[in-house]
């Protein structure tokens, strides 16, 4: 009996881990497209900075296709269409870069041993005497510590206790002069990732900053996660409290819990990694996206909108608090915090969670992937017909990227961009949405990626608008795959080649290709390239299919030994979602006298049999 049940525990976990297994390999967790470094048609290009950095902030320059990069005791204004660089020279190493939102200068903090900031010009690119940064900037050059800059005031977090005392969201007014706020959690290890600002709103005394955190968990029990993501707010009004009660610190510090996970399949993300936000024109509708991994190789990007943030701090009922509310409600913003009555005040030193938790958009995470993903971007696109797309960056820990798009709850792998000939660790990501210009870094190299590259797609209609991107369409005058524009046609939703039915085609290939001779009884391959990662392909002799073996890129026919019965012509098509289309076409003809296999080839064969095996 007891056997039995352990069996069936066994097959049960067997049964569901295969099922999860083949549910994993489904089409949406494949690029559709590859673009790699060596194509033909350039995707990007790229800047070495000279040497090897421990960190790489980037921002965007004064004008189209430059970009400032911070680094090892330098800045540096990189202008990829000119393929020049100005570069000043720091006593510190880069760990924070803004612009002056109200300013043409920027604010270039980092680290010696001591935080040091200055204010450099914009447009000379020369910089102040630097100035001590205790708690704006980190002392590690290798410590996290997002900061927001929003009109005249930065928001800077420290995430070690030797970040300058305690831990926590300060605020500073512009020339660094103003007061040091900061709340109430200098007892446990926080790690800040990302700071949000849902403003203006309309009425802005209700202005707040967002804080996405890691919490390490106080439940140390073995089944308990690590960490816990959460978010945090604080109102932009803030003035603090009264003396002896919260003076100088937060009055309005909120915490509620992020949920992310598949509660029926037991999945559930904590490790919050990156997080990107996509600002809409109404604040509410601005959408978080928060990539996850689980420490199992799997990532997850759970989606969460302001508006829903906003409702949980101003709704949900507070943890182990019974009784009655106080008025004004806890957390909420008023105009002057340090007039608050007691009761409240006294219930804010309490580190107040909320009893909801902040649930992602369709309740569950966009994506669920077996990649470990580190960064992420996200960008909205304006489609031809007017409708609003969204795509993510989503970079590989081994240096790829998946351009992804999200469509009605759901994600499609518009293309891996193969950037780097050899592994590398992506140390930052930049996206310029006016431009359309992603930047990639790793410590030695700055990318500039045309977002707009279409051509790569294939020549085409139907390769324009099967790849889905919302950046490029077919334009039916000049036939090519483009920037999308009023001119161009597009599928971003379906993808469906239909709407390439009717328009005039560009040259498609020979229908009768040149006669390869093979010798007898020698083996010969044909080779097809798989330029799609959804499609199928096959080649048939004669209208007959034959299949093929599958390398990483391409589809072989193999003839182990040439004979008169392989004469004829062969044909390789891909299909993809009921499109049909030639891909290689050869003719082979036996040549008249018996050859023994070349040994080079005859390895070739061998290997390829070998592999045919595995498959
Ligand atoms: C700054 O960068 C240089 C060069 O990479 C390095 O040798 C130095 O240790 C760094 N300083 C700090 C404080 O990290
Ligand atoms: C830039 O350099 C000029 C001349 O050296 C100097 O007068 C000016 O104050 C500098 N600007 C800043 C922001 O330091
Ligand atoms: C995760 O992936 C890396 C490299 O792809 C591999 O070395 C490691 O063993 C994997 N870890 C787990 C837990 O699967
Ligand atoms: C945002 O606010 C508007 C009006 O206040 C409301 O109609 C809309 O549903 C809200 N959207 C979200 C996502 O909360
Ligand atoms: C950064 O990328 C370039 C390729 O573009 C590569 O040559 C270099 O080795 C990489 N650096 C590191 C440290 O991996
Ligand atoms: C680019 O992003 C900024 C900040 O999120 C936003 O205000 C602006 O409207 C965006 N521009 C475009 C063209 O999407
Ligand atoms: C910069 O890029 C934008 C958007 O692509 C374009 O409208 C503008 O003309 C460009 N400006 C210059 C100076 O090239």
């Given amino acids: 009996m007891e056997i039995k049940k352990k069996t069936s525990f066994v097959l049960f976990y067997l049964c ?44 965007q320059g004064p004008s189209n296709s430059t970009v400032y990069v911070g680094v090892d005791g330098e800045l540096i204004l990189i202008d990829f269409k000119a393929h020049k660089r100005t570069q000043i020279a720091l006593k510190y190493n880069v760990t924070l870069l803004h612009r002056h939102p109200k300013a043409q200068s920027l604010l270039v903090c980092g680290t010696n041993g001591e935080p040091l900031c200055s204010t450099v010009s914009m447009d000379v690119m020369n910089s102040s005497a630097p100035v001590s940064a205790k708690g704006i900037a980190p002392f590690g050059v290798d410590e996290q510590a997002p900061s927001l800059f929003i009109e005249d005031e930065l928001y800077t977090t420290a995430n070690y206790e030797k970040s300058g005392g305690r831990i926590g969201i300060r605020r500073w007014n512009v020339g660094l002069m103003g007061g040091i706020w900061s709340n109430q959690e200098n007892t446990h290890d926080l790690r800040y990732v990302a700071l949000a600002w849902s403003g203006p709103r309309e009425d802005q005394l209700q202005d707040k900053v967002y804080a996405f955190v890691l919490e390490k968990n106080r439940d140390a029990s073995w089944a308990a996660e690590l960490w816990i993501p959460l978010v945090t707010q604080i109102c932009k009004m803030d003035r603090g409290g009264p003396k002896n009660c919260l003076q100088k610190s937060w009055t309005s510090h909120l915490r509620a819990r992020l949920s992310c996970g598949v509660p029926d399949r037991k999945l559930y993300f904590s490790r919050l990694v990156d997080v990107t936000i996509l600002h809409a024109e109404r604040w509410n509708e601005s959408r978080v996206y ?12 759970c989606i969460y ?60 995470p966009l994506i669920i992937s077996r990649h470990q993903y580190t960064h992420i971007e ?103 795959c483009t920037a999308a524009s009023s001119g161009t046609i597009q599928d971003v939703k ?30 010969h391959f044909l080779n097809c390239p798989m330029r799609s990662g959804h499609a199928k392909y096959n080649w048939y002799y004669n209208d007959h299919p034959q299949g093929c073996v599958h390398t990483e890129k391409d589809c072989l026919l193999l003839i182990k030994t040439m004979g008169p019965e392989h004469d004829g012509k062969y044909e390789c098509k891909a299909s993809e979602g009921g499109y049909e289309k030639t891909v290689s076409l050869a003719q082979l003809r036996t040549a008249g006298k018996a050859a023994g296999l070349a040994p080079p080839l005859a390895g070739a064969v061998c290997l390829l049999s070998c592999f045919t095996f595995f498959l």
């Fill in 378 to 480: 996200a960008d909205s696109v304006m489609a031809v017909d007017g409708t609003q797309h969204r795509v993510l960056f989503l970079a590989l820990e081994d240096g790829r990227i998946h351009k992804v798009l999200e469509a009605m709850g759901r994600f499609f792998i518009i293309a891996e961009l193969k950037l780097f000939q050899q592994k590398t660790v992506i140390h930052n990501m930049l996206l310029q949405n006016e431009t359309k210009k992603l930047y990639v870094s790793n410590s030695t190299e700055v990318l500039e990626v045309d977002l707009h590259a279409c051509k790569n797609y294939g020549t085409q209609c139907e390769d324009c608008i099967q790849a889905r991107d919302p950046y490029c369409g077919w334009d039916t005058a000049l036939m090519t």
């Fill in 16 to 59: 569901w881990f295969l099922s999860w297994v083949a549910k994993g390999f489904d089409l949406a967790q494949k690029p559709r497209i590859t673009l790699n470094a060596e194509d033909e048609i350039p995707f990007f290009r790229k800047y070495s900075l000279g040497g090897h950095h421990s960190r790489v902030e980037l921002l």
């Fill in 305 to 364: 909108t302001l508006g829903d943030i906003d409702r949980v701090f101003a709704t949900s009922s507070f943890k182990g608090l019974s009784g009655q509310v106080p008025d004004p409600r806890p957390g909420m913003c008023v105009t002057d915090s340090t007039k608050l009555p007691r009761d409240v005040l006294k219930m804010m030193m309490e580190r107040l969670e909320m009893e909801e938790w902040v649930k992602p958009v369709g309740d569950r």
């Fill in 290 to 301: 928060a990539l996850f991994n689980d420490g199992w190789n799997m990532s997850a990007v």
């Fill in 494 to 523: 379906h993808g469906h080649f239909r709407s390439c039915r009717g328009l005039a085609q560009s040259s498609a290939l020979h229908a009768s290709p040149l006669v390869t001779e093979v010798p007898l009884k020698a083996a």
